[in-house]
């Protein structure tokens, strides 16, 4: 038996809208011949799509790696568009690029597990004072207090884990120095800020300082800030006689 799919779209639409409406028509009704024939009041209307029809899968696992890969392919593609010796262009992409993409996967792995841990923590929170209150006879008291005390353990390991990792705290570390490299790197790019009215020739070694002092503060301030605050909370945690 052959699938119907039945679907509508106003004529005059927005056609951004209109667009949006149609890729995700195709995607959930793949056809490789991207012709979707449908019958509504008794007519057969047979619609074109514009633009070549893929595999809903496909679509799903490029988005999933579009934007990092993206932002590399751009900034290499600017690397490489500049007016600068081999040589310092490789060190451009070894050195400050690599470390863009570098703290920018680490905060986005960091901003991943804190955002699960404390959403497990919060809404474990919630659940477990309305099982506690739940009264619903002796037949059901004990699976009850089955699931009370698994959710109340996965709310306390959560906590744990995110406490011990400091998952927040590192995820704004890197943030913030990503987008202070980034920034840096935007603007001698463009020759704006502290490079303006220089070469990219003339402005790289200052560049390139300002680079190697970025990456300092970072360790830096990792060690200081977020290493040393993870100590201090170990130090005040009560020893286990």
């Not at 790197?185 to 303006?196: C, K, M, P």
């Amino acid at each position: 038996m052959s699938r119907i799919l039945v679907s509508y779209r106003r004529e005059g639409s927005v056609d951004v809208i209109g667009r949006i409406y149609d890729q995700l028509i195709q995607m959930l009704s793949y056809n490789p011949l991207g012709v979707y024939p449908w019958r509504l009041k008794t007519k057969t209307v047979r619609t074109k799509w514009p633009f070549p029809c893929r595999e809903p899968s496909v679509e799903v696992r490029m988005n999933k790696t579009t934007d990092h890969g993206h932002m590399r392919t751009e900034l290499d593609q600017l690397i490489a568009a500049i007016e600068l010796p081999e040589l310092n262009k490789q060190f451009l992409r070894v050195r400050w690029l690599e470390l863009v993409m570098w703290m920018d996967g680490k905060a986005q792995e960091s901003v991943w597990w804190y955002r699960r841990l404390r959403l497990a923590t919060i809404i474990g929170g919630v659940i477990v004072p309305a099982l506690v209150s739940l009264n619903l006879g002796s037949d059901t008291q004990a699976l009850i207090q089955t699931i009370t005390f698994i959710v109340s353990l996965v709310v306390a390991l959560s906590a744990a884990v995110e406490e011990f990792f400091r998952y927040g705290e590192r995820w704004r570390h890197y943030r913030r120095m990503t987008e202070s490299l980034k920034s840096e790197g935007w603007q001698f790019l463009q020759l704006s800020g502290g490079y303006a009215n220089q070469t990219h020739i003339q402005a790289y070694p200052a560049f390139a300082a300002r680079v190697e002092e970025l990456s300092r503060e970072e360790v830096d301030t990792y060690i200081t800030q977020v290493f040393k605050e993870k100590k201090e909370v170990d130090e005040k945690a009560p020893a286990v006689q």
